[in-house]
């Protein structure tokens, strides 16, 4: 069973809501990521933390707003989401040690629909 | 733009057959190459890496052709339990603090008949 857990699991909003998606991993990992999954599309990188500071943020919209308070969780922030926004949401971590790549390990995903 | 692209399929062999997928990528900077799983509605699994001299797992094999941006995955005596979407990955760039994005191809879907 994988070490990285999300909840919930679905989560069904309307634009104005605001909801968070949270992320944790019991592995002792040092970088956290959150993917998009869309339907016939591939999965894109949204946020990359590494020892708790971001590295990485794609190009993603302000509604979506991470946070990352120690090694061990992951937070989505989400607000005033549009219908296009609904998507498979995964967060997945892995152990950086440096110097190559290391395997990254997914949690089960968040299954979002924005009405 | 760094792409990574995957025939769809569907895939729809019986049990038993081989199967070979394709992948190619536009990024001739790419470091590493993987092969994930992905069960229905379930998240991606890492099946293997792939190494630049080809390397061998049980009944998967994957091939690298660095010069063509060509990575493929061979499955020998398919089992109904094969069937899933197999997804061609390669890391792109370096994020700092050891951290690689990955980017994914759409996947190919493999269906094993009995």
């Known amino acids: 069973e994988t070490g990285v857990t999300q909840t919930p699991r679905h989560l069904v909003m309307g634009m104005t809501n605001k909801k968070s998606l949270k992320c944790e991993q019991h592995?002792?990992?040092?970088?956290m990521y959150w993917y998009k999954q869309s339907a016939k599309k591939p999965l894109e990188l949204m946020f990359v933390?590494?020892?708790?500071?971001?590295?990485e943020n794609n190009s993603v919209p302000s509604r979506f707003s991470p946070e990352c308070p120690n090694s061990s969780h992951l937070f989505l922030h989400l607000h005033t989401l549009q219908p296009e926004d609904s998507a498979l949401y995964l967060c997945?971590?892995?152990?950086?040690?440096?110097?190559?790549?290391?395997?990254?390990?997914f949690g089960p995903g968040t299954r979002l629909t924005v009405l | 733009r760094k792409e990574v692209e995957q025939d769809p399929g569907p895939f729809n062999v019986p049990e038993g057959a081989t199967v070979a997928f394709n992948c190619t990528y536009s990024?001739?900077?790419?470091?590493?190459f993987f092969w994930y799983r992905q069960d229905c509605r379930k998240e991606p699994k890492l099946l293997m890496s792939?190494?630049?001299s080809g390397n061998e797992d049980g009944r998967f094999t994957a091939q690298l052709n660095r010069a063509s941006q060509y990575i493929s995955l061979l499955i020998r005596d398919s089992k109904l339990s094969d069937s899933a979407t197999y997804l061609c990955?390669?890391?792109?760039?370096?994020?700092?603090?050891?951290?690689?994005?990955?980017?994914f191809g759409k996947g190919t879907k493999l269906s094993v008949i009995p």
């Open positions: 997945a971590s892995s152990q950086d040690r440096g110097g190559g790549y290391n395997e990254q390990f």
């Open positions: 592995l002792g990992h040092n970088a």
């Open positions: 933390y590494s020892l708790e500071e971001r590295v």
């Open positions: 990024n001739s900077a790419s470091q590493s």
């Open positions: 792939v190494y630049s």
């Open positions: 990955v390669v890391t792109d760039a370096y994020s700092g603090a050891g951290s690689y994005q990955l980017t």
